[in-house]
């Protein structure tokens, strides 16, 4: 069992920035994959970003060139660094883990954090 707890959300103007903490805890030696869900009301839920313990980056269209997912293996901790926020990026962002098929281009979610919100004003 893996336990993962977010930090980080907050309230910021567009074009602004703000970084999501990850903090891993439990059965970590078993994590294939980490990534950021984010819900926005009314849409659906969309991958974000995943890093994979072979070193796989993966980017949605969406975020490319604004977002960066980086990992500290000795904090067992997972960033999402988000630059130049559009306000379409708000909505709760959530920490999971799991396993990523590269050849389906998915990520098979083994836990979820609670979420963080982030809201991104006009």
């Known amino acids: 069992q893996v336990q993962l707890v977010e930090s980080g959300g907050g309230l910021v103007q567009a074009g602004g920035s703000l970084r999501l903490s990850c903090a891993a805890s439990g059965s970590i030696s078993s994590i294939n994959a980490m990534g950021w869900y984010r819900q926005a009301p009314g849409k659906q839920r969309e991958l974000v970003a995943t890093t994979t313990s072979g070193g796989s980056i993966i980017y949605a269209d969406s975020v490319k060139g604004r977002f960066t997912i980086s990992r500290d293996n000795a904090k067992n901790t997972v960033y999402l660094q988000m630059n130049s926020l559009k306000p379409e990026d708000t909505a709760v962002y959530y920490c999971?883990?799991?396993?990523?098929?590269?050849?389906?281009?998915?990520?098979?979610?083994?836990?979820w954090g609670q979420g963080t919100q982030v809201t991104v004003s006009s």
């Open positions: 999971v883990e799991g396993y990523y098929y590269s050849n389906y281009g998915s990520l098979s979610v083994g836990s």
